[in-house]
């Protein structure tokens, strides 16, 4: 079964310091993995699409990699801000068929709380 | 600003009512996606249109439908509505149906409550 588990649930965190989010997926066969931005209450934000070959992708403070060996993800913020307190969305998205949006399959996110 | 409309920002019914939730693209975008957020859960892709057509279908319940004009604007009818089916309900678009690697531009989202 296509499952993506993001952990830890929630993190609490002091302004400044740095953190690290991880996706574990188990969907086949893999396209790309997208980490998203929600702010409470409004849309999700792309941060960073990653295919099968790229292994790290960097958007500001914000770097993620990808394993597709072990089918792990993880998102690095440095120097977080206040402004960074939000939920971080994993998605994998299966092979494309004809044309439909191939399957994006969500992870249920991490919370994250940057606190001065 | 995503340039991703939804209309409307709130939205308060009772059982057993029927709504219509309304959805702006980005201009050039043909692509549209419907998505339900339950509280404290992950979103859950309900149905994509592409150009008009139906093109994926999601967890999209029987008492649900959409469907996206010919101006491309799509609209998600909710009826017989149950507690349960009390969400936020984002709105995406692409640029194109396929492939997947095309961004999702999310709009603000739609809070209904069902009393």
């Known amino acids: 079964k296509n499952q993506v588990e993001q952990s830890p649930q929630s993190l609490i965190i002091l302004e400044g310091k740095n953190c690290t989010l991880q996706c574990n997926y188990t969907v086949s066969p893999f396209s790309n993995l997208r980490w998203y931005k929600q702010d409470t209450g409004r849309g999700p934000v792309s941060l960073t699409i990653m295919t099968f070959s790229e292994n790290t992708k960097s958007n500001g403070r914000y770097t993620a990699t990808l394993d597709a060996d072990t089918k792990q993800s993880s998102l690095h913020i440095t120097a977080s801000q206040l402004s960074d307190s939000a939920s971080y969305i994993c998605?994998?998205?299966?092979?494309?068929?004809?044309?439909?949006?191939?399957?994006?399959?969500f992870g249920k996110g991490t919370k994250l709380s940057v606190k001065p | 600003d995503s340039g991703v409309t939804q209309t409307p920002k709130h939205l308060i019914t009772a059982t057993g009512q029927r709504v219509t939730l309304r959805c702006s693209p980005r201009?050039?975008?043909?692509?549209v996606y419907w998505y339900q957020q339950s509280l404290d859960q992950g979103l859950q892709f309900l149905i994509q249109y592409y150009n008009g057509e139906e093109r994926a279908k999601g967890n999209i319940l029987e008492r649900f439908s959409a469907q996206q004009f010919p101006d491309l604007h799509s609209e998600l009818n909710l009826s017989s509505l149950e507690l349960g089916d009390s969400a936020l309900y984002f709105c995406a678009s692409s640029v194109e149906g396929a492939p997947p690697y095309n961004e999702q531009f999310f709009g603000p989202g739609t809070r209904l409550t069902v009393l």
């Open positions: 201009s050039g975008d043909l692509s």
């Open positions: 998605v994998v998205s299966a092979a494309n068929y004809g044309g439909s949006q191939g399957n994006l399959i």
